[in-house]
């Protein structure tokens, strides 16, 4: 895996799969900064999944008690 050759912007579409499937297929000989990359790229895909659903959550208990996150707290639903 290399560089981009020119400036790039990243969405959280683009995550690190390159050193998940090398954990996949090498296992326990995969390197050790390979094993840190695909553990952290899951541990954050695992936090913005929990993320979303607790605002998710937020938001709809914030509705029944007559309030919204979405008009007091824009920035929650903000880009990632």
């Known amino acids: 895996m290399s560089p981009p050759s020119q400036p ?9 799969t390159v050193s998940i499937k090398e954990v996949e297929e ?4 995969s390197t ?8 952290k790229t899951l541990a954050e895909q695992g936090e913005r999944v929990r993320n979303t659903y607790y605002f998710k959550l937020l938001d709809l208990f914030l509705q029944l008690h007559g309030s919204s996150t979405k008009s007091t707290s824009p920035k929650l639903y903000g880009t990632w």
């Open 8 to 16: 790039t912007i990243y969405t959280e579409k683009d995550w690190n």
């Open 26 to 29: 090498l296992g326990d000989k």
């Open 32 to 39: 050790p900064i390979g094993m840190y990359r695909a553990s």
